[in-house]
């Protein structure tokens, strides 16, 4: 869950000044970040049951979450978003990320979370195509790279595999599938890659409006270094790490934004070999709920969940999501007309 928002790109057209003969110029940005690329918050059910082994039957959901607040540090700023060279902004960003599943059974109805933390190093490039004096851009190019350092577990002790016994040190017997679904340690280090590009056109910045089209793509490694790293045990299954790629379609209408995304990943360097996941979905965000809107996704391939990546899945989803927005910046506005979407 890693994409541009389209509609703080029109906030920073409008508000960052456009004049095309400004001068390159440097600075820290600590009131509002310009924030593109990163995790959203969801809280979401779906009606398709969720099975873990080690359960007498497959489970109802009853609500699941994701919690990703993106903390940016100050951001460094330099140049602006005009015809050639355009604008570069540098951002470091901690995101503690939290996934909870919580399932209707009497007992343990709140699995082990998912704790995904990680820092990411972002370098966002914005550009103007040549346009004729005192004419207000029509399309924007955006182009948008993170480094992602981050860790992935699900907080739990017991062995990886079901058939081990933790008071012999989960080391015998030799492990074996099926994994321990219910208890099992899942934990990695990864270094991420990400690389996203998108152009916005039909840019009406009087009546906040736009189109945008993008895609991007991933590389993603599983590290054994440091604590919490992943094990051998657990790299042979899990795999070496991700790929995948995305599109996007989205429409900003007076404000109100719309998004239609496709994403298709899959692991590499795990035995036995695991399917490409699908995943669709589209969001709503009205510009009166202050960053809150509705959406609904379709999961078909792998469980994303922690230690359930071998369970095999078809899940629609739908309920809230959350995207932060920008707070209002005026520098330069080169006309009366331009205002903030927000």
Known sequence: MFRIDSALVVLLLALVGLCPEAQASARFEVDSPFIAGMDRSYVFYSPNRIRRIGDPEP????????????????????????????????????????????????????????????????????????????????????????????HYSNGQAGCFYANQNP??????????????????????????????GRLLAGVDLKNNSMWSIGANTFFEYNS????????????EVYGDGHVGVGALLGRIWYGHRFRLEGNLSTPYGESPRQPVTLTLEAAALPRWGSGFGAFVRYVHGQDYYNILFLERVRLVQFGLIFELGPGPRIQGNPSDELKSPQ
Not at 224 to 235: D, F, N, Q
């Open 59 to 150: 489970s109802a959901l009853v609500f699941e979450a994701q919690v990703a607040p993106n903390l940016y540090f100050p951001q460094l700023h330099i140049g602006q978003v005009t015809p050639g060279l355009g604008k570069f902004i540098l951002s470091a960003i901690l995101t503690p990320n939290i996934r909870l599943r919580m399932l209707s059974q009497e007992s343990s109805p709140v699995i082990p979370p998912s704790f995904m933390p990680k820092v990411t190093l972002q370098l966002a490039h914005l550009w103007l195509p040549d346009m004729e004096e005192q004419r207000l851009p029509t399309s924007l190019r955006v182009g948008l790279v993170n480094l992602v350092l981050g």
């Open 167 to 196: 008071e012999e040190g989960c080391s015998t017997p030799e492990g074996h599938l099926p994994l321990n679904e219910t208890s099992g340690d899942f934990s990695t280090n990864f270094l991420r890659l990400e690389v996203h």
């Open 224 to 235: 054994s270094l440091a604590t919490g790293g992943i094990t051998p045990e657990m790299r």
